[in-house]
């Protein structure tokens, strides 16, 4: 008898928890579909008229001779979401116009911490050799944000610039050098310094000389 019953709790959980974990697998599915369709949509693409693109892959070469058919088996390379590209990183000019002006593309300026402010520019980007796509498997994706990031974090600047402060110890580790050595030696500007420091740090004013942004993984 008791081992009826639970042979019978059992049977009766597996029938009310499968059907639950199908709808929530079933909905996660739907979700990444979702984003891949939006991250494909977003991102304009123009193809690279070079000669390492036409002779790059032997299987797509066979297959641009004839005409793209959207019910065939391969998509368009430049529809590729993120993961199957390799994308060399945003060309930095540094703030030289003439340089962006001439190549066409690359970021005059990095960093920023909304979308309206961050620039966005097109890198060239190469379709990772074992994937079959149609078309020219080198090109370039637009959208890409001029960011970058180098070791500079948030939350140990703060610290540092609440107890360190008089030394000049934040500003040092944010590359700004020249007004660093003038807070170290007038001890933080005798304390009002220190204070503004803090306060232009957390309003997000003061920040790495270098133009990265703050770095999220502490
Ligand atoms: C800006 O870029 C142009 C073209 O690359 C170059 O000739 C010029 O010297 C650069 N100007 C500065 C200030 O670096």
Redesign the pocket.
């Known amino acids: 008898m008791r081992q009826k019953l639970i042979v019978y709790g059992i049977f009766i959980s597996f029938a009310i928890t499968s059907p639950a974990a199908d709808a929530i697998q079933a909905r996660s599915d739907k979700e990444q579909a979702q984003t891949v369709v939006s991250g494909t949509a977003v991102q304009s693409v123009v193809p690279v008229q070079s000669s390492s693109a036409s002779s790059s892959s032997s299987s797509s070469s066979a297959s641009s001779n004839s005409a793209f058919n959207p019910l065939g088996p391969n998509v368009m390379c430049s529809f590729l979401p993120r993961d199957f590209l390799e994308c060399k990183d945003p060309i930095d000019?540094?703030y030289?116009l003439?340089?962006k002006t001439?190549k066409g593309y690359g970021c005059l300026r990095f960093g920023g911490s909304t979308y309206e402010d961050v620039e966005h520019t097109k890198v060239q980007c190469t379709v990772y050799t074992d994937i079959d796509c149609f078309g020219p498997r080198t090109f370039y994706r637009d959208g890409v944000p001029c960011v970058r990031y180098t070791d500079h974090y948030f939350v140990t600047t703060l610290i540092y610039s609440m107890l360190l402060g008089f030394l000049g110890m934040d500003r040092f580790c944010l590359g700004q050098t020249g007004t660093a050595v003038g807070k170290l030696l007038t001890m933080g500007g005798v304390g009002v310094w220190w204070i503004i420091d803090v306060i232009l740090l957390i309003t997000n004013n003061l920040l790495p000389e270098d133009g990265s942004n703050w770095n999220p993984y502490v």
């Open positions: 000019h540094r030289n003439t340089a001439e």
